[in-house]
């Protein structure tokens, strides 16, 4: 199998790999940092390494006025909400409401500010009001973090991109379950569909739009 650096060069000399750069008005979509994932059980994803830069981006965020919106999943008893998806992946069982499951996860602290978003399928879009909630807020930019990068992260990446979005998956803030399909899909997004760029990237360009504000608000 072709390692993924020489599949790069192929990508990047066929026309593939171009930079969407970051945008104006940013949100934070927290993708899927529920205790029923990041806490150990069938559907574990080691977040500890992640969760202190997911919380520095939101706490950027938040000082810049920059929506944070949290997504977790949840499912009525008889799962008759989960449709073909409940029948592929039945650990979803796991994740009903009013379970400590669905609950995000207490290390990232949620502000009253920020928005949580209860979906049922991979992307944070679909079937959700996340598109108009965007739009209405001004937002040009995604940045994602959180979990899986395989499936709800690239998920929602790609409907990110389609919905016109610039969509910047962070790739120190999220994770999946076997480490081929996290590499193979941050290269893909990559590729495609997102800018994938570190934290400190993210925060730079945070701190950037911050002092943007401070010079307009002593102007």
Request: glycine residues 8%; proline residues 5%.
């Amino acid at each position: 199998m072709a390692d993924i650096d020489s599949q790069q060069d192929y990508y990047d000399n066929i026309g593939f790999s171009e930079r969407l750069g970051f945008g104006e008005r940013p949100a934070v979509l927290v993708i899927d940092m529920c205790r029923g994932i990041t806490e150990p059980g069938k559907m574990f994803i080691d977040m500890d390494e992640h969760i202190p830069h997911i919380n520095a981006i939101n706490t950027a965020a938040r000082r810049i006025g920059a929506p944070v919106i949290f997504t977790t999943v949840a499912y009525h008893k008889d799962l008759s909400d989960s449709g073909t998806f409940g029948q592929k992946v039945p650990l979803v069982q796991n994740m009903l409401y009013g379970t400590e499951g669905v609950d995000i996860d207490p290390r990232l602290p949620v502000e009253d500010a920020d928005h949580l978003l209860v979906k049922k399928f991979p992307s944070a879009f679909y079937g959700t009001n996340l598109q108009s909630q965007l739009t209405g807020l001004g937002v040009d930019t995604t940045i994602i973090v959180g979990n899986s990068t395989s499936g709800c992260v690239r998920a929602s990446a790609c409907d990110a991109i389609s919905g016109g979005f610039r969509p910047i998956v962070v790739s120190d803030c999220v994770a999946d379950r076997a480490p081929l399909s996290h590499q193979v899909n941050l290269f893909d997004m990559d590729s495609k569909y997102a800018d994938v760029v570190p934290s400190a990237e993210v925060l730079s360009y945070l701190a950037g739009l911050a002092r943007d504000v401070t010079r307009a608000a002593a102007e």
